[in-house]
């Protein structure tokens, strides 16, 4: 919404990118005109929207604005395949500890 998108709307797009290695799409709706109501007189929710796309580095690719708008652009796999060289997130996974950590939550319980 356009209380909370200005705030984070960025920022957890280029998390979510960088921390899964991919490309991470962000789709909103359109924001509707101030002053709407719906059939019943409620005001209309009213979202931020600023669709993007990020790529693994956490950069912005494309982003449209409140209005609406169909995004276009194109992803290179080279891109997924050069972070992940350069920050081997998935090699450092420890299955071995996570099996550790399941027995004590359950001795726990």
Same mark, same amino acid.
């Not at 996570?98 to 359950?106: D, G």
């Given at each position: 919404n @356009?209380? @909370?998108g200005p705030l984070h709307w960025h920022l957890l797009a280029k998390v979510r990118a960088m921390d899964n290695q991919v490309y991470t799409i962000?789709?909103?709706p359109a924001r509707a005109a101030e002053g709407l109501v719906d059939e019943f007189g409620d005001p209309v929710y009213r979202a931020y929207g600023h669709s993007l796309i990020v790529n693994p580095k956490g950069d912005v690719l494309v982003e449209a604005g !409140?209005? !609406?708008e169909i995004l276009n652009c194109e992803l290179d796999g080279d891109v997924i395949n050069a972070v992940r060289q350069a920050i081997p997130i998935g090699?450092?996974?420890r299955f071995d500890v996570y099996e550790?950590?399941?027995l004590k939550e359950e001795k726990e319980k």
């Amino acid at each position: 919404n @356009t209380v @909370t998108g200005p705030l984070h709307w960025h920022l957890l797009a280029k998390v979510r990118a960088m921390d899964n290695q991919v490309y991470t799409i962000l789709c909103s709706p359109a924001r509707a005109a101030e002053g709407l109501v719906d059939e019943f007189g409620d005001p209309v929710y009213r979202a931020y929207g600023h669709s993007l796309i990020v790529n693994p580095k956490g950069d912005v690719l494309v982003e449209a604005g !409140e209005n !609406e708008e169909i995004l276009n652009c194109e992803l290179d796999g080279d891109v997924i395949n050069a972070v992940r060289q350069a920050i081997p997130i998935g090699f450092q996974r420890r299955f071995d500890v996570y099996e550790q950590v399941k027995l004590k939550e359950e001795k726990e319980k």
